[in-house]
């Protein structure tokens, strides 16, 4: 698909949940800067056509341990290719659970001009793709993200359950979001 086919595309799904009454827009579970850097091409025009605007997140997948998206981008190079875009939120996402996304989650919130999001799976899937992290145990790795100032938005992914929310919810209650930095 070109640039412009994927423009396209993005547009026609912004207009619909623009229509439907999304408030938010998330681009999400992205592997490619390309495909990011179409999305929020297409977000700005919509957002231009109809003279309005929501918040936009950004949330990033790292797929193994090498620390990279799958078109082979660091995390430090992602966030450089995004800083042109407005963002409430840039985070990661999915491929990972939340032990493993630490690394990559620090430079987020070290680099980051906007706020940090984290939804981790319930750590990693077994032979048979079952997710077996209990919710304590996601809550406990996410909250010390929390307790570190590293994040503002959390959540679950692949895996979580009702019960890893409320997990987190509760975690969350007992930290101070990540101040949002000073920008010169």
């Known amino acids: 698909m070109t640039f412009n086919q994927l423009v396209t595309a993005y547009k026609e799904q912004v207009e619909a949940?623009?229509?439907?009454?999304?408030?938010?827009?998330?681009?999400?579970?992205?592997?490619?800067?390309?495909?990011?850097?179409?999305?929020?091409?297409?977000?700005d025009e919509v957002f231009e056509e109809r003279g309005t605007r929501v918040p936009l997140m950004c949330s990033v997948t790292i797929t193994d341990a090498s620390g990279r998206t799958l078109s082979g981008q660091t995390i430090e190079a992602f966030l450089i290719s995004m800083q042109h875009v407005q963002l409430f939120s840039m985070g990661l996402n999915c491929?990972?659970?939340?032990?493993?996304?630490?690394?990559?989650?620090?430079?987020?919130?070290?680099?980051?001009?906007?706020?940090?999001?984290?939804?981790?799976?319930?750590?990693?899937?077994?032979?048979?793709?079952?997710?077996?992290?209990?919710?304590?145990?996601?809550?406990?790795?996410?909250?010390?993200?929390?307790?570190?100032?590293?994040?503002?938005?959390?959540?679950?992914?692949?895996?979580?359950?009702?019960?890893?929310?409320?997990?987190?919810a509760k975690e969350a209650g007992k930290h101070k979001p990540r101040p949002l930095p000073v920008l010169a």
């Open 17 to 43: 949940l623009l229509d439907g009454g999304a408030d938010i827009l998330l681009v999400e579970t992205i592997f490619d800067t390309l495909n990011a850097k179409a999305a929020f091409y297409a977000i």
């Open 95 to 168: 491929a990972l659970g939340a032990a493993q996304m630490r690394p990559y989650l620090e430079v987020i919130a070290e680099q980051s001009t906007c706020r940090v999001s984290i939804y981790p799976n319930a750590g990693l899937p077994d032979q048979m793709g079952e997710y077996r992290e209990t919710p304590d145990v996601t809550a406990r790795l996410v909250g010390e993200f929390m307790a570190n100032g590293w994040v503002n938005v959390v959540g679950g992914c692949c895996g979580t359950t009702p019960e890893h929310i409320a997990a987190l």
